[in-house]
């Protein structure tokens, strides 16, 4: 991937570095919930991109859920992952290169929302955008 631009968003930016610079001893967790570093690429700059989204475990992978917290919209990362799928996820202080094909719907992943979801399914105009990402060979 290419250089990294962190988040306009002060407070993404703050969780990223905390997170990373102590490799998820710190900044681990958002609003008392497990978090995870997915490390993508912006579909209009290019840049290298970095989001803390809710960690929601599936076996041995991960579901990225795009609730926005039930916003009306989806969040922007849900946009860069449709146009290059291929992300890092940082789970404290293990990598994992993957791609994130999109998925569907929460009720697809789950039958219905988890409790965690942090607003999955409460907007009732859209549907919350998941994706189980696959593991895939390290970019060289």
Do not use: F
Not at 2 to 31: C, H
Not at 34 to 55: C, E, F, N, Q
Not at 64 to 78: F, I
Request: glycine fraction near 10%.
């Amino acid at each position: 991937m290419s250089e990294y631009v962190p988040s306009p968003a002060e407070w993404v930016r703050d969780q990223v570095e905390l997170y990373e610079s102590t490799n998820g001893a710190e900044g681990a967790e958002m609003r008392g919930m497990p978090v995870v570093i997915v490390t993508h690429r912006g579909r209009r700059s290019g840049a290298v991109r970095k989001t803390p989204l809710m960690r929601v475990a599936d076996g041995d992978g991960y579901v990225l859920v795009g609730s926005l917290g039930g916003a009306p919209q989806n969040p922007v990362w849900v946009h860069n992952l449709l146009a290059d799928p291929d992300v890092e996820i940082r789970d404290r202080s293990t990598v994992q290169a993957m791609r994130a094909p999109r998925s569907g719907a929460c009720a697809l992943a789950w039958g219905r929302p988890p409790r965690s979801a942090s607003g999955c399914g409460a907007s009732p105009s859209r549907p919350i955008p998941t994706t189980r990402p696959t593991r895939r060979a390290p970019s060289a």
